[in-house]
């Protein structure tokens, strides 16, 4: 801003018109250059130093120039560090300016970008992170999905061995059944048996007194028809 001041002043000896448009000529450069806020120091300094010498339009033309000062420069301020030479010597002092609503958007607008990629690399992260969570999840989802079909196939393998376990329990009664049966129907022949074996048991002692009884007849009988054969006859026959 030093260096802008000295060329205003040795500008100042011109004439009000020249003046205007040397520094014109200036803007046109810092313009190219995209020094726009220091484009807006030269415009304002130009003002300054025109107003004064615009006779009766001064006053209007000042508030024209607060007025648009107010338009151009925000309630923000800051600090800017200049450089100042006196004589030989030079010193760095501190200037508190206001921002121009241009430098205080363009701030707002770097801030929010700023802002923006911070928001933009987190919504990646949390995109990555979906996306991972979605493959763990359909990866627990086809598990879940085996396992339902294992556990279905093991539920019809207990159907099936319940099913097997009925048939073979009913056929276990039947066998059990069939062996009360069988064991009630040999107990009635033991029975049958046991009887039949003491009716001929009796029958064979009244055969066997029979026969002790035949023999003793026949052994008489002999005894007899040795002695006397005739004797034997006639006294079988009487």
């Known amino acids: 801003m ?28 810092i313009e190219q250059n995209g020094l726009t806020d220091e484009r807006m120091v030269l415009v304002f300094n130009a003002f300054d130093q025109i107003l004064p010498q615009l006779g009766i339009f001064s006053t209007v033309a000042t508030k024209l120039r607060n007025e648009l000062f107010d338009f151009v420069y925000s309630n923000q301020f800051t600090v800017d560090k200049t450089t100042l030479t006196k004589t030989r010597r030079k010193q760095r002092i501190a200037c508190l ?29 949390l995109e990555n992170n979906l996306a991972e969570k979605n493959r763990d999840l359909n990866q627990a989802q086809e598990q879940m999905t085996n396992l339902e079909t294992t556990s279905k196939r093991l539920n019809n393998e207990i159907m099936n061995l319940k099913s097997n376990l009925t048939n073979m329990e009913q056929e276990i009664q039947k066998y059990r059944d069939d062996c009360d049966r069988m064991r009630f129907n040999c107990d009635n022949e033991i029975v049958k048996m046991r009887e039949e074996h003491t009716r001929l048991m009796k029958t064979n002692a009244d055969a066997e007194r029979l026969i002790n009884d035949l023999m003793k007849y026949k052994k008489g009988y002999d005894d007899m028809q040795t002695v006397s054969p005739e004797y034997s006859f006639c006294h079988l026959l009487l």
């Not at 009000?16 to 046109?28: G, I, Q």
């Not at 241009?102 to 919504?123: G, H, I, M, S």
């Open 97 to 125: 300016e206001r921002l121009s609503y241009k430098v205080l958007c363009q701030r707002l607008t770097e801030k929010n970008q700023q802002e923006n990629d911070a928001y933009e690399n987190k919504l990646s992260d």
């Open 2 to 29: 030093t260096n802008m001041s000295s060329q205003f002043d040795i500008l100042d000896q011109a004439s009000p018109s020249n003046v205007f448009f040397n520094k014109m000529h200036l803007f046109a450069k």
